[in-house]
Nanobody, 125 residues
């Protein structure tokens, strides 16, 4: 089973940027479809972005399209998400997730078997 650890969260002003990282261990990252989700206080966990095992296919929620970029470096066992033009509504705990099925990129949280512990992103206005 792969283990996932997120990092890179923090406090940033609106309009600023952050880069989140998700480091994998235990199994080769290339065996998994990967995704980022987020959860704000009092809200359900929501899909942010996903990337296929090779990086050739990506998918973004409409709310972040054009501002966030998901990427991965399988050799480094790490997935990233670069976040630009951050807004206060982007404030949430961000989670990375792994899915064994490498043939389908899904937005459904239940489709991912392994999750990290989360990293807090806070955007001040």
């Amino acid at each position: 089973q792969v283990q996932l650890v997120e990092s890179g969260g923090g406090l940033v002003q609106a309009g600023g940027s952050l880069r989140l990282s998700c480091a994998a261990s235990g199994r080769t990252l290339a065996s998994y479809t990967m995704a980022w989700f987020r959860q704000a206080p009092g809200k359900e966990r929501e899909f942010v972005a996903a990337i296929s095992w090779s990086g050739a296919t990506t998918d973004y929620a409409d709310s972040v399209k054009g501002r966030f970029t998901i990427s991965r470096d399988n050799a480094k066992q790490t997935m990233y998400m670069h976040m630009d033009s951050l807004k206060p509504e982007d404030t949430a705990v961000y989670y990375c997730a792994a899915r064994k099925n490498i043939f389908v990129v899904t937005r459904t949280p239940g489709g991912y078997e392994t999750w990290g512990q989360g990293t807090q992103v806070t955007v001040s206005s």
